[in-house]
C-alpha cells in the first residue's frame, strides 16, 4: 500500500469523501482509509494533523529486480534477448524517449519528449511490510533487501540525461523531512535516467502509421509500470492477430491527428 500525510482540513474532508469513492470503485479489491500517526511507528511520515491516508491499491516493486526477472522468465521460454538486432518481422518499436523524437520528427509535428528523473537508493530497513510514502513531491519506495528508493526530479530541461547533481540532494533534503530516520541512512546508489513523455500525457500505443508490420508502445512515463501488463495484452492481440483494443485517448493514429 501506500501512506500519504493529510496536511490540512481541506485535504482531511477530501480524504473522507475518498472512503466511499474507493469502496464503490475497488470493489471491495483494496481500501482507502485514515490512519493517526502514532500507531504506525518510525515509518508513519510527517504530517501536521497526525493523520494520513493509507490506500492499498499501490504496491511496492524493485523496478531492476523486476526487470532481471521478466528477462528471466522470458529466457526460460526460449525466448532470445538481445542488446541490439535488426527488425524484421513485425516490430514493436518501445525505444522510450528516443523513439519519441524519432515519430516526431517521422510525422513533423511534437508527439512527445523525454523528462528526467534523478533518484536515490538508501541503505535504510524499513521493514517487509512496510508501505511506499508519498509526501511532498517525493516517493519512497521499501525494498524487501533492506533498502529504500528515493525520488525523483521531473526535470523537462536538461543536457544530460544521466548526469546526476543538486537537484537530487533536494530531493534527499525532502526525503528526510518526510522520514527523520532516513537522514543518517547511507545513499548506496544515485542515478538518472529520461522518461517518455507522449505529447496526449497517455501513451502511445498501437500500428506506426504508414509503416506496414510496424507498432508503437510508448510514452507511458509516470504510469508505465502500472500499465505493462495491460499494454502487454492489448499490444499482443494487435500484433498476433489484428484485434484493436487500443483506447481511442492512447492512440498512435489520434496523437498523429491532433
Sequence with gaps: GRLQPIV????LEL??????QARDLWQGKARWEILETGGLGPWAPASPLGLVVHETLSARLDPRRAIAALLA???SRGVVVRDAAEPRGA???ATGAAGLAQLSEAFGREL????KGQAAL???DAGPDAPQIYAGGVHLVPHGDGTV???STSERDFDDGSAVDENLDAVLDKAFSVIEGLRDAPVVARWAGVRPRAITGAPLLGAWPGREGHFVANGGFKIGFGVAPKVGEVMAALVLD???LVPAEFSVDAAVAR
Design 122 to 124: 538508501l541503505a535504510h
Design 73 to 75: 522468465a522470458l529466457e
Design 242 to 244: 489484428g484485434t484493436d
Design 149 to 151: 528508493a528515493v525520488g
Design 112 to 115: 512527445g519528449n523525454g523528462v
Design 8 to 11: 490540512s482540513e481541506r485535504s
Design 15 to 20: 480524504a473522507r469523501d475518498r472512503i466511499e
Design 91 to 93: 516490430v514493436v518499436w
